[in-house]
């Protein structure tokens, strides 16, 4: 079994900050990809910004320059700073991963999402 945990999303105000993180635990053998997605009300859903398990992150142009993703392998875990947020931002924040289990092959996971909500 393999579950991804999300935590970090909230309330902030039009310029302000917030990190997500997503922890990803179970019977995990390697983890390749690792990326955030959004969907805000009445719209589809956003890549955000991914990052292999090695070399460049990928990011959106609607977000380059204020978000940051990382990742710490030793923990499972990636996050998304992001800084001067604006009321565009609000959205439903999902994390993924794409994982190979120790019994089972190369699969998507997904987070349960986290709310952002950016208003003053």
């Known amino acids: 079994q393999v579950q991804l945990v999300e935590s970090g999303g909230g309330l902030v105000q039009p310029g302000g900050s917030l990190r997500l993180s997503c922890a990803a635990s179970g019977t995990i053998y390697s983890i390749n990809a690792m990326g955030w997605y959004r969907q805000a009300p009445g719209k589809g859903r956003e890549l955000v910004a991914t990052i292999p398990s090695g070399g460049n992150t990928n990011t959106a142009d609607s977000v380059k320059g204020r978000f940051t993703i990382s990742r710490d392998n030793a923990k499972n875990t990636v996050y998304l700073q992001m800084n001067n947020l604006k009321p565009e931002d609000t959205a439903v924040y999902s994390c993924?991963?794409?994982?190979?289990?120790?019994?089972?092959?190369?699969?998507?996971?997904w987070g349960q999402g986290t709310q952002v909500t950016v208003s003053s």
């Open positions: 993924y991963a794409h994982i190979t289990g120790l019994t089972t092959g190369p699969a998507d996971y």
